[in-house]
Structures are given as C-alpha cells and as structure tokens.
C-alpha cells in the first residue's frame, strides 16, 4: 500500500510537472512571438527612420538650394537696382544736357535774328549812304 501511495503521488507529480512544463512552454512560446513581433516592429521602424533621414537629407539639399537661389537673386536684383540707378542718372544727365541744348538754341535763334535786324540796318543805312554819295557827284 504504501508503494501505491507513493506511485500515486510521483504521477501525480508527473502530471504537475507535465502540465507546468506545458505552461512553461507555452510562455516561452508566446514571448518567442512576441519578442519576433518586436523584432519586425523594430526593423520597420529602422526602415522608416531611414526613409525619413533620407526624405530630411533631401529637403536640406532643397532648403539649401532655394538657400542658394534666393542669395543669387538678392545679387542680381542689387545689381539690377545699381544698373537703374545709373540709367537714372544718365537719364538726368541727358536731359539737363538737352535743357542746354534747347537754351542754346533759343540764344543763337536770338542773335541770328538780331543780325538779321542789324543786316536790314545795315542795309537801309547803305542804301542811305549811296544816296548821299550820288547826291554829291
């Protein structure tokens, strides 16, 4: 009786153990997928940093383009605003020589008519002249 006690209790035993170990290996089981899932988890995750670093390196190649542009365009509006402001000068210029010009004109219109008048005198005091000098021969 008392070896059929023992056997009783060792599988008894037997049968925890069985179960336990069941129990156990399940466990292991399930965090064997999920430390896979973590795993898969992970490595998309890396595949997305390394499509945003790469999106990121390619806006600073864009920022730094438009960086670029943007400087080169400040340097062709400064040279276009110096361009303007020399035409503007000359422009000036041209017109206060114009002005000149223009007054120079009226002044010789002036004394061309002037001499005019003066040749009409002249004229007047020669035909004047020739009547005296006929008169006396």
């Known amino acids: ?12 035993l037997a049968s925890r153990t069985r179960q336990a170990t069941d129990e156990i290996s399940g466990m292991i ?4 997928q999920q430390t896979g899932n973590a795993i898969s988890t992970m490595q998309q995750g890396n595949v997305l940093m390394q499509e945003g670093l790469s999106r990121n390196a390619k806006v600073a190649a864009a920022l730094a383009q ?5 400087r080169s365009a400040g340097h062709q509006f400064a040279a276009i605003t110096t361009a303007t402001q020399e035409q503007s000068s000359t422009a ?28 009409e ?3 007047s005091l020669a035909s004047e002249l020739r009547l005296e000098v006929d ?3």
């Open 1 to 12: 009786r008392g070896f059929a006690v023992v056997a009783d209790e060792v599988r008894s």
């Open 29 to 32: 089981a399930s965090i064997q």
């Open 66 to 70: 438009i960086d670029e542009q943007s």
């Open 92 to 119: 000036t210029m041209l017109s206060s020589n114009l002005q000149s010009i223009a007054m120079a004109n009226s002044e010789q219109r002036e004394v061309v008519s002037n001499l005019a008048i003066t040749a």
């Open 121 to 123: 005198e002249l004229n």
């Open 135 to 137: 008169r006396f021969r």
